[in-house]
């Protein structure tokens, strides 16, 4: 079994900065595609940021230019650098992997909550 435990949400006023952290344990042989989702009262969960195991990115059109995903392979790790924070990116931010063990599991962390007052 592994666990996806993330950390780093909170209150801030808009326009400022948060950096969300999430860090898999268990049993893993390596880590695929690992990703930041959110979900906002009322509303369907949905991608804001992916990363490969070869780093390459994708974002949601909402956070381009404002949020930045990267990972540290070596501690099964990744982050996302959130900057310029509207009231519309409050939400629980999900992080989300890929794990490859005898075979490839996906899994969901437990969510951490971001609030951007404006």
């Known amino acids: 079994q592994v666990q996806l435990v993330e950390s780093g949400g909170g209150l801030v006023q808009a326009g400022g900065s948060l950096r969300l952290s999430c860090a898999a344990s268990?049993?893993?042989?390596?880590?695929?595609?690992m990703g930041w989702y959110r979900q906002a009262p009322g509303k369907q969960r949905e991608l804001v940021a992916t990363?490969?195991?070869?780093?390459?990115?994708n974002y949601a059109d909402s956070v381009k230019g404002r949020f930045t995903i990267s990972r540290d392979n070596a501690k099964n790790t990744v982050y996302l650098q959130m900057n310029s924070l509207k009231p519309e990116d409050t939400a629980v931010y999900y992080c989300?992997?890929?794990?490859?063990?005898?075979?490839?599991?996906?899994?969901w962390g437990q969510g951490t909550q971001v609030t951007v007052s404006s």
């Open positions: 989300n992997a890929d794990v490859y063990y005898t075979g490839t599991t996906n899994y």
């Open positions: 990363i490969t195991s070869l780093r390459r990115t």
């Open positions: 268990g049993r893993l042989f390596s880590i695929g595609v």
